[in-house]
């Protein structure tokens, strides 16, 4: 009870989407009955000549018969399924009828709805109890007085009209046969008008209290919403443990390409870019490693142990970490600073092999001032981040 008494948020989409599956709709039957009394009725006035001459013939043919029809078998089996035909002819397009308006009624009040939920087996709908418990509840208790009114409204109709036309229907006894039913027909079709009006006043009130009690059935407390929320988007821990995995994958990867990088700009410690550059399948160089903090200073370790070049270039480090990704070219306003940098290290590997000049001390690199975060932002502290 204190469960129920916390649902005050409307239902979300979801959770209407799955009341649908399984069959809950707002469903109005007074809508149904009058869609089959009206519908029904409208059917009848406008085949009504159609039906008076089809009974007409029917009464007829069922009233008149021989000798041999009545001693010999074969022969009343025979007027009997010709009988028989003829009454479906009239019965069943009928009963085509009102089915249709009958789903038409429900698809009016809750909308199409297909689903084979409803016809599952449930053993605890095989449970007196349960049943006996549900009878009493406020929705049931709700349609089963409304019902009641409406039974009594249509029965007060029908015996008023019936008690003040009882001398019309008595007279239809010294009618002929086709009058009586002319007679007959137009008497219940006044009457039929009456019971429709009144069906019509319960259902447009039905309809939208249908819906209401659907919607007050649905709702959702503020635990069911963010359980919900959870389901859709994930499990959070769940979600943190892929996050980390996929971090961890990613930060293998990139140790070992640090190994087989052309160098690594730091800045010195805080930020640390690896880059290789091959002439012949890249048309700029591509960043193979980045990190900051520990994750720059575990590559500085990586690459100092694999002989991999490590250039002190803060302004340079801190753009390229700010505006690369893994596997990306380096942006085309870096290419002088990078082309600065290249060049001192392919000094280097020279003179380490004999075949040059020792080159001088690496010049401060400049980079334009947008593409520096410090720049941009003077005041903003140095990442403290352990893992990229």
């Known amino acids: 009870m204190a469960e129920s008494s916390n649902r ?7 959770k209407l989407s799955r009341a649908r599956e399984e ?32 009974v007409q013939r029917l009464l007829l043919a069922g009233l008149r018969f021989e000798v041999r029809d009545a001693t010999e078998p074969e022969a009343m089996l025979m007027r009997l399924s010709e009988v028989t035909g003829a009454f479906l002819t009239i019965v069943v397009p009928m009963g085509v009828v009102v089915a249709l308006l009958s789903a038409a009624a429900a698809v009016a009040s809750g909308g199409w709805n297909l689903t084979f939920k409803t016809l599952g087996f449930k053993l605890s709908h ?20 409304k019902a009641c009114a409406l039974a009594l409204v249509i029965g007060a109709i029908g015996g008023l009209y019936l ?25 219940l079709v006044a009457g039929l008008g009456l019971l429709v009006l009144a069906l019509g006043v319960s259902s447009a009130i039905d309809v939208p209290l249908q819906r209401h009690l659907l919607a007050n059935q649905l709702k959702m407390s503020i635990e069911e919403v963010k359980q919900e929320m959870k389901d859709a988007e994930g499990n959070v821990e769940v979600k943190a443990k892929v996050k980390a995995r996929m971090r961890e994958v990613v930060r293998r990867r990139m140790f070992a390409a640090v ?36 994750i720059a200073l575990r590559i500085r370790d990586i690459a100092q142990e694999s002989r991999v070049p490590v250039l002190r270039a803060p302004a340079l480090a801190r753009a390229l970490y700010a505006h690369t990704e893994l596997d990306d070219e380096i942006p085309a306003r870096l290419f002088t600073a990078v082309a600065q940098v290249l060049a001192h290290v392919y000094q280097l590997r020279a003179a380490l092999a004999g075949r040059g000049a020792w080159p001088a001390e690496l010049p401060d690199i400049a980079v334009p001032p947008d593409l520096d ?8 502290a140095q990442p403290m981040e352990a893992d990229a």
């Open 163 to 187: 008690s003040t036309h009882m001398a019309e229907f008595h007279a239809t006894l010294a009618m002929p046969l086709p009058t009586a039913l002319a007679h007959t027909g137009q008497a």
């Open 8 to 14: 005050n948020l409307p239902a979300s989409a979801r």
């Open 126 to 145: 095989l449970d007196p109890i349960t049943g006996f418990g549900r009878m009493f509840t406020g929705s049931h208790l709700g349609n089963l007085l």
């Open 23 to 54: 069959g809950q709709v707002a469903r109005s039957r007074d809508l149904s009955h009058l869609a089959i009394v009206g519908g029904g009725g409208a059917v009848l006035l406008a085949a009504g000549p159609w039906l008076l001459e089809s």
């Open 373 to 380: 975060p410090h720049q941009l932002h003077p005041g903003r």
């Open 259 to 294: 190994p087989q990088a052309d160098l690594v700009v730091m800045n010195p410690t805080h930020y640390a870019v690896a880059l290789k550059y091959d002439d012949t399948r890249m048309g700029a160089p591509r960043v193979v490693a980045k990190g900051a903090d520990l």
